[in-house]
């Protein structure tokens, strides 16, 4: 089992800056990755960005250039730093673990490959 809590989100204005952290606690040794996924008032949970424990990265599009996620180097934590955020970027903020192995890390990018949740936190961007 593996336990994850979110904090760092906010209002801000557009074109701010913010940083979102996750801890995890438990079984993190078994974890082959950490993610984050927003869900907007009506929308479906959509893939953020996602660091796997092998040190590469991958982000969604709308996000290249202005989201960074890094994480503390021992499965304990990950970060997400956003940039020139946007009202768009509006979102509860999920961070995400997953078990599963995949060679092919465009398999991180999918909310299927994460088995564990935390229950998020809240980042509001005002025009």
């Known amino acids: 089992q593996v336990s994850l809590r979110e904090s760092g989100g906010g209002l801000v204005q557009a074109g701010d800056s913010l940083r979102l952290s996750c801890a995890a606690s438990?079984?993190?040794?078994?974890?082959?990755?950490m993610g984050w996924f927003r869900q907007a008032p009506g929308k479906e949970r959509e893939f953020v960005a996602a660091?796997?424990?092998?040190?590469?990265?991958i982000y969604a599009d709308s996000v290249k250039g202005r989201f960074t996620i890094s994480s503390d180097g021992a499965k304990s934590a990950v970060y997400l730093e956003m940039n020139s955020l946007k009202p768009e970027d509006t979102a509860l903020y999920h961070c995400a673990a997953s078990t599963l192995k995949y060679n092919n890390g465009d398999y991180y990018g999918a909310r299927k490959t994460y088995n564990y949740w935390g229950q998020g936190t809240q980042v509001t961007v005002s025009s």
């Open positions: 660091f796997r424990w092998s040190g590469t990265t």
């Open positions: 438990g079984r993190t040794f078994t974890t082959y990755a």
